[in-house]
């Protein structure tokens, strides 16, 4: 039996859902611990490059003052819950799904600035946050597609080959995409992990 996309989306929702809610859970206590005692070391401080502590001092973590983990909670418990909703069996209209394709890209490019700032400007990276980039892409992928393919975008720029290249390579873009994201990562901390080797 074929599984769809409709029958898939859910799930996506759901584990993504969770991981992020867990990741988002377990900053937001490190970042509660740190403020009441600025000799905390978070657990999650296992090196020089792979740290919560180094990159939650910076001024990316907080948007407006606010900690990037509690935009972080109320995402994903929002995802969660758009998981269990449609796995209940539950139909949206269009304008919902319209939505929550706009929070879904606002989730993915915001992921983007984090990763290009984690990476490029602050030289080090927060292992929940790096579950976060794991999995937020296929979120924002799986989300377009299922909008590309219910007519949910009415855009004639996107022709109908294109929509079905798109429907049948989907694994392969993003497949293409987590090579290009760890690609860079070695790249960018190969000065450290050559030193392990």
Known sequence: MKVTLKQTLPYIFLVAGIVG???????????????????????????PILSCGSVMETEQASVLGIPNTIFGLMAFSMLLMLGVVLLAGATFKRWLWLAIHV????????????????VFRIHAICPYCFLVWLIVPPVF????????????????????RIKAWLQRHHGDVLLIWYVL?????I???????????
């Not at 992928?141 to 109908?160: A, M, Q, S, V």
């Not at 994201?181 to 990562?185: E, S």
């Not at 790249?187 to 392990?196: R, V």
């Open 21 to 47: 809610l867990v990741a988002s859970f377990a900053l937001t206590y490190d970042k509660i611990q740190v403020l009441k005692n600025p000799a905390y070391n978070p657990g999650c401080n296992i090196n």
């Open 103 to 118: 929070g879904v890209l606002g989730g993915f490019l915001f992921f983007i600035y984090l990763y290009f700032q984690a």
């Open 187 to 197: 790249n960018q901390f190969w000065y450290y992990w050559e030193t392990l080797i």
């Open 181 to 185: 994201f760890f690609g860079i990562l």
């Open 141 to 160: 992928w799986y989300t377009t597609l299922y909008n590309l393919r219910e007519g949910n975008f009415k855009n004639r720029l996107i022709k109908p």
